[in-house]
DNA sequence: TTCGATCGTCACGGATTCCGCAGTTCTGGG
DNA sequence: CCCAGAACTGCGGAATCCGTGACGATCGAA
């Protein structure tokens, strides 16, 4: 169903070995490109279609041994390139109310975005350049849970300015990224 | 290795770690639609930290045999409940540039949320209710296509009144629940 | 050029896991 | 009470996972 080339649309073959590796002191890390070439990018893809797929699967579908599958797997899932997991529609599991909402800070944006992110009803937290300072999203049971995180909660956090809402009235599109580093 | 093998069908306030699937309404309230109850919620969380945990030790966190393990599982793919999918770090794979964009539209919404539904760049698309109509997360390689997609593809769409852009400095928590219906 | 070292890949065997198939128990109606 | 449906358990057989060792290629240095 969904679209084919979600993480791998534009394929970058550019440089996909950088510069050079440059780590022959020994240094295990020296990590910082991105280790990540086409058929890695294959990989993924098969991933994002099912978490779950046999490595054998996947190496016939890239043109990969079981065992190589296996290894890049374990290495991008090491190196943090990707996860594995299990997403939840919020609806079937009880919420029905979600908003993001756009917040404006007074000094150390840290703070804040901390106490948001330890907020169990914060799906998402970001941090922005322009009219707000901050981004979250927000999924609650119903209205009240809603007006409550967000009126008592949010607005109650030191150094908050002033918030403004959107109540999400349909979803559209969604897919998977993650950029939490 | 059960001693009693009580399926721990209803009262169970042993909650594993408040946070993650919080249930909402309390457990099993008065909460007619979502199939889906705390035994499975319990599944969905092991599954949220690994996608690929074995059933076996799935069962044996949450006190069920690995054959019915199985079957919830397969259960709760099937009606769409949750999703088990390779999420993937925007960053190392090469998109370096992300950005919340707020539009405002005159007349129908939907052609519009069809049109930037259908762009590869935008991965979450939702309809809300504020000052802006549509917001719209775009996921970029650098600021040219950033730019390139916010000035000459969103603001060409016909119908877009008005473009706000929030470009990402630091994305501090990301979960993943999913609800595109 | 030649050597040395690292990385990626392949191959294989044992332990584990997945999967289908009954049989049993529990729940909710009629 | 009896029945029907759903859910859970247990058990093999097949497939998969996982560690280990060896081969070949690439890159840097002498």
């Known amino acids: 169903m969904q679209s ?3 993480a791998s649309r534009s394929a970058d073959p550019s440089s996909p070995r950088g510069s050079r590796t440059g780590n022959p002191g020994g240094g295990t890390s020296g990590n910082g ?3 990540v070439d086409a058929v890695s990018l294959a ?3 098969q991933l994002q279609e099912d978490g779950r797929r046999p490595y054998a699967a996947i190496g016939k ?3 990969l041994s079981e065992a190589a599958v296996r290894q890049r797997v374990q290495k991008l899932l090491d190196q ?12 079937t599991v009880g919420f029905r109310r979600q908003a993001m909402v756009g917040i404006t800070v007074e000094g ?7 106490a948001l992110t330890a907020m169990p009803e914060a799906e998402y937290v970001v941090m ?3 009219s707000y300072d901050l981004l979250v999203e927000i999924v609650c049971e119903d209205d009240d849970h809603l007006l409550e995180v967000i009126n008592k909660r949010i607005r109650a956090l030191p150094g908050v300015r002033s918030t403004e809402s959107f109540v999400y009235l349909k979803l ?6 993650w950029g939490t580093r």
């Open 4 to 6: 084919e080339g979600v």
């Open 33 to 35: 490109a991105p280790p």
């Open 43 to 45: 990989i993924i893809e």
């Open 61 to 63: 579908a890239v043109g």
């Open 80 to 91: 943090g390139v990707m996860q594995i997991v299990a997403v939840t529609d919020p609806l």
């Open 108 to 114: 150390d944006l840290d703070p804040v975005a901390d």
């Open 128 to 130: 922005t350049a322009g």
């Open 172 to 177: 559209k599109k969604q897919t998977y990224m």
